[in-house]
């Protein structure tokens, strides 16, 4: 269990500061043309199954709205309760603290 935990964790820390480098591991941008000029884009890995959406910060926003963050998809989500996994890769509610995944360096 525990290389299984450090597996979910390596994943989720080697989300780039940068997302078009997401392109890169395997990747493809899924984005919605109008959620992408909004700063908000999704990426899916059609091997994985993993499905992340990063979310460019805006200047002068405090909070994570201010911040460049990532939300990962929870594909055994039952709705909004579970709608996203943490860094650890545990079930998390959409707006939660824990959904927020920072980049490196965030």
Do not use: C, M, W
Request: cysteine-free.
């Amino acid at each position: 269990a525990g290389t299984e935990a450090a597996g979910e964790s390596a994943e989720s820390s080697a989300l780039p500061k940068n997302p078009d480098d997401l392109t890169k591991q395997g990747y493809e941008e899924t984005s919605h043309p109008n959620a992408a000029k909004a700063g908000k884009r999704t990426f899916e890995n059609s091997k994985t199954g993993d499905k992340v959406r990063f979310d460019k910060g805006k200047p002068g926003e405090s909070g994570y709205k201010g911040q460049d963050h990532y939300h990962r998809y929870n594909p055994n989500a039952t709705g909004k309760s579970d709608e996203y996994l943490d860094k650890n890769g545990n079930p998390v509610a959409r707006r939660s603290k824990e959904s927020h995944i920072l980049p490196p360096g965030e």
